[in-house]
């Protein structure tokens, strides 16, 4: 025991020493203060202000200032995805900025952009609008005008962009773009057009509604159009319905206004629908270029903001972080200062001072910061150093668990017994050859991948190379041990030590096989595979290895759980944890792990199941041929007298005992006692 508590300590063994500290520090350099203290990431502030809200606290607009910058970025973030770009990860470089002049920066680019996006969807309406009132021209002429070519309306699309004589007219499309009733008496008739889907529930309640006094007419649009409703481009049907009376006008009216129809008043005249038609053709060409100059305006401005997107983000996200931490300090009598207090490691003390000292240099500050080691009467916080190597698996434990103060780590043992236990499962030296080549990828271009932004799955899998690192080599030196390259067997060390007696040798039966050299050097003998007892063979080993590692993994848990017992002076769970534990685990499991080594040693044939089954059910009855070594049935009842009375030992006396000991903590008269 001596060697061992002369042994040097390891930064991952046991968490940092910590010591809790207070800061006094002056107005004018708290925030450069807290920054510095933030790029160092050695020190943790208590919250003094906890019995405050949030918006109660000294810089609360600042952190809604950050909170406002965040969403006006998050919205610059989503407008360049809709357009189709993506955010530059190297930000163009350019002189550092101010919080003041990035939100008034901010501010003018959310104008700008809203006031962009508000006129492209005026035009986009305005352009969708005249798109389906020139289908509904095109579509709905055969049917006021029966048989109507559409000669004239293909050469109109043709020659209209060319021929400006038309201009000369009087335009005719404001006019009839207003409803009004096509005639005075007689046959009147409403147009336009609705989504394809709703064409046969709008014409069965249009007959519904007139009683069938109409004559519904339909044609496909042709091309997609964007619906207003969904936004979404659909397939739509231009329609005229053919009435009578001013009662029914009024219902079809209702029933468009219902089924989301838009409706085209257009002329009866030949005449007039092609004047309409020029002009609509007209307005639609220029409404085309004016809206592809705003879209090239929208998406030079938000490259602009790409380029610096990301360090704007990590600018605010920063701030945010630095008033939020300034929140929860509190001000002294003279609100001069600000007083905080924190827990850092013991070896960070001189770094933390440096950077103190820095902050008061950069800011001009008459008075330094104070820093002074104080006592505390709460637990210390857990921190353990890590690196890129270590880092995965102290994530992997403290995902189960983080281990208090001072506690003995299991990220140091994980780092062997997390790869290596995968292996054992995953034992195949091709595959894992695979997984090495994948992991070796994964960090030669460890920088690279390291400031760019990956998704999900890749950023676990980034994470964690070190881990697949030492997974592929435990894969693979496991697979040589089952002598598995993508399931089939190789002759790596030799040729097997058994060969063919008879013709039964394809059953690998001891009949059928006769062993006439040493046993094979490594791993598995080949001759196993293919053979009838294959599965059972395997199964067997692999079945008892895992049984083997199992206890020898519990056996180091119970085991640690004694050198933090002996760290910290607690012979109460040495005698009543780690003991009975040890006696009740090792009585059982550790009997049969036992058992399993003896039969492998000595290749006996006796079965183990029936040796621990009838060690409850018959503790005193012979074991016949499943007897493996001399005195084994008194042993047997020996175990098992052990395990009954440590199960006992293991769950009783503790909590009696502690409830006792804080029992007599609670009397006053032994507070007295030790407070004299």
Request: hydrophobic share 40%; proline share 4%.
């Amino acid at each position: 025991m001596k060697y061992i508590d002369n042994l040097p300590s390891m930064d991952l063994m046991r968490s940092e020493k910590m010591m809790f500290a207070q800061l006094i520090i002056p107005v004018e350099s708290a925030h450069r203060a807290i920054s510095y203290l933030g790029e160092l990431g050695l020190l943790q502030f208590r919250d003094l202000n906890d019995d405050k809200s949030p918006f109660q606290r000294t810089f609360v607009n600042q952190v809604k200032r950050c909170a406002e910058m965040s969403r006006k970025l998050r919205f610059f973030k989503d407008q360049i995805h809709k357009a189709g770009l993506m955010p530059s990860p190297h930000p163009v470089s350019q002189p550092d900025i101010e919080l003041e002049e990035l939100e008034i920066r901010l501010a003018e680019h959310e104008h700008e952009l809203i006031e962009m996006n508000g006129n492209s969807e005026k035009l986009q309406q305005t352009y969708n609008e005249l798109l389906e009132f020139k289908m509904v021209l095109q579509k709905a002429g055969d049917f006021l005008v029966p048989g109507e070519s559409h000669s004239e309306e293909t050469e109109l699309d043709e020659n209209v962009y060319t021929n400006n004589d038309y201009s000369d007219t009087v335009s005719l499309l404001e006019q009839e773009m207003q409803p009004g009733p096509s005639n005075q008496s007689g046959v009147k008739f409403i147009s336009g057009i609705i989504c394809k889907s709703k064409v046969l529930r709008f014409e069965r309640m249009l007959f519904r509604a007139t009683r069938g006094n109409m004559l519904f007419n339909q044609a496909p649009a042709g091309d997609r159009i964007l619906d207003r409703a969904s936004n979404e481009m659909v397939q739509k049907t231009v329609f005229v319905v053919f009435f009578s009376g001013e009662q029914a006008r009024k219902k079809i009216l209702k029933i468009c206004e219902a089924f989301g129809a838009n409706c085209y008043p257009i002329p009866e005249d030949t005449t007039k629908r092609r004047q309409i038609t020029r002009e609509v053709l007209s307005r639609l060409s220029e409404l085309e270029t004016t809206l592809d100059a705003g879209l090239h305006h929208r998406d030079a401005a938000l490259t602009s903001i790409g380029f610096q997107l990301t360090k704007w983000m990590n600018m605010v996200r920063r701030e945010k972080a630095i008033y939020d931490t300034l929140n929860m300090l509190n001000f002294d009598v003279t609100k001069k200062c600000l007083v905080g207090e924190g827990w850092c490691p013991v070896f960070a003390k001189t770094k933390i001072q440096e950077a103190l000292q820095r902050a008061t240099f950069d800011s001009n500050s008459q008075m330094g910061i104070i820093f002074h080691v104080m006592d505390s009467v709460e637990p210390p916080p857990t921190y353990f150093r890590t690196n890129h190597f270590t880092n995965a698996y102290q994530e992997i434990v403290d995902a189960y668990g983080v281990a208090k103060y001072q506690e003995a780590n299991p990220a140091v043992y994980t780092i062997v017994t997390f790869p290596f236990l995968f292996a054992v499962m995953f034992g195949d030296w091709g595959h894992g050859i695979c997984l090495l080549l994948g992991a070796l990828i994964l960090i030669a271009r460890e920088k690279r991948l390291g400031s760019q932004k990956l998704g999900s799955f890749m950023e676990m899998l980034f994470g964690g190379r070190y881990v697949l690192l030492m997974m592929s080599l435990f894969s693979i030196y496991c697979g040589l041990i089952y002598n598995e390259f993508f399931s089939v067997p190789f002759h790596i060390f030799g040729t097997s030590a058994y060969k063919c007696r008879d013709a039964t040798c394809s059953d690998a039966r001891s009949v059928g096989l006769v062993k006439y050299r040493d046993t094979y050097p490594f791993g598995v003998d080949p001759s196993w595979r293919g053979s009838r007892s294959e599965l059972p063979f395997l199964n067997s080993l692999k079945m008892k290895m895992s049984i083997l590692f199992g206890v020898a993994q519990m056996n180091l848990g119970i085991v640690l759980s004694y050198f933090n017992a002996r760290y910290f002076s607690s012979s109460l769970d040495i005698k009543y944890q780690f003991v009975p534990q040890m006696i009740f685990l090792n009585s059982l499991f550790g009997y049969l792990s036992l058992l399993i080594i003896i039969k492998w040693c000595t290749g006996s044939q006796a079965d183990l199941y029936h040796v621990m089954i009838y060690m409850f059910l018959s503790p005193f009855e012979g074991l016949g041929e499943n007897k493996l070594f001399w005195g084994q049935s008194v042993l047997q009842v020996i175990l098992l007298l052990l395990a009954v009375i440590a199960v006992p030992w293991m769950l009783f006396p503790k909590p009696f005992i502690l409830k006792r000991l804080h029992t007599e903590i609670s009397r006053p008269g032994i507070w007295n006692s030790w407070d004299l």
